[in-house]
C-alpha cells in the first residue's frame, strides 16, 4: 500500500514538473517572439510540447511564428495539424487564409475563408477577404453578399460600405450604390476612391469630375 502510494505522489509530483515545464517554455517562447527571435521562440514551442504542453496551442502557435518569419510552407503543414485537434476552431482557418493570401495564392485563400465562414459565418474579416476576392474574379453579384453581410455587421466601417458601393456599381446598380457613397462620404470623405464613387454613383459627367473634387 505505502509503495502504491509512493508511486502515485512520484507520478503527480512529475506530472507537476512537466506542467511547469510547458508553462515555462511558452512564456520563453512568447518573450522570443517579441524581440523578433523566430527561430528560438519556435524552439521553446517544441519544448513547450515535449513537456506535455497541449498540441493543438503547439501546432497553431506553430504556424503563427512560422508565417511570421515567412515559411509559409511549414505555416500550412502547422495550421492544418491544428485543425485535426480542434476541427471547429476558427484560429487555423484565420492562419491558412492569410498564409495563402501572402503567398498569393487566391485559390486556396478563398477555400480556405470559405472554411472558416462554415465555422463563423459573420466573421468580419473572412466575409471582406472572400468578397474582395470574387470581386477581383468580377463575381459581383456573389461578392456583393458578402460585403452586405458584413456591413451590416459594423455598419461604421468605412471599408466595408465601401467595397459594397463598389460591387453594387460593377453591376450597373448606381442608383443602388448612391446612398452608399453618401454615407461614406459623411464617414471618409477623402478615403481611397471615396470621391469618385460619389462621383459616379450621382451621375456626375467625367469632364466635371475634376471640378467635384475640388469641392
Known amino acids: 500500500m505505502k509503495t502504491t502510494l509512493l508511486l502515485l505522489l512520484f507520478a503527480m509530483l512529475g506530472h507537476a514538473a512537466d506542467l511547469q515545464k510547458a508553462a515555462d517554455a511558452w512564456q520563453q517562447s512568447i518573450t522570443a517572439e517579441t524581440s523578433n527571435d523566430f ?29 511570421q518569419s515567412k515559411d509559409y510552407e511549414k505555416a500550412v503543414q502547422f495550421y492544418t495539424a491544428a485543425l485535426k485537434y480542434e476541427p471547429r476552431a476558427i484560429t487555423p482557418h484565420l492562419g491558412l487564409t492569410y498564409t495563402y493570401q501572402a ?3 487566391p485559390k486556396d485563400t478563398l477555400a480556405a475563408a470559405a472554411n472558416g465562414l462554415k465555422l463563423d459565418q459573420y466573421h468580419f474579416a473572412l466575409l471582406l477577404i472572400v468578397g474582395e476576392l470574387l470581386y477581383n474574379q468580377r463575381d459581383y453579384r456573389k ?17 466595408a460600405l465601401s467595397w459594397l458601393g463598389w460591387a453594387q456599381i460593377a453591376q450597373g446598380q448606381v442608383k443602388l450604390a448612391a446612398p452608399t457613397f453618401e454615407k461614406l462620404m459623411l464617414l471618409n470623405p477623402s478615403g481611397y476612391m471615396v470621391r469618385d464613387g460619389y462621383n459616379i454613383s450621382h451621375g456626375i459627367p467625367p469632364q466635371n469630375l475634376q471640378a467635384s473634387n475640388r469641392r
Do not use: C
Not at 461578392?143 to 471599408?159: K, L, M, N, S, V
Open 39 to 67: 527561430t528560438t521562440a519556435m524552439q521553446h514551442v517544441i519544448s513547450f510540447k515535449n513537456a506535455g504542453g497541449d498540441p493543438y496551442l503547439a501546432s497553431v502557435r506553430a504556424g503563427w511564428l512560422s508565417f
Open 103 to 105: 503567398m498569393q495564392k
Open 143 to 159: 461578392a456583393e453578399t458578402y460585403f452586405d453581410r458584413a456591413h451590416h455587421q459594423r455598419p461604421e466601417d468605412a471599408i
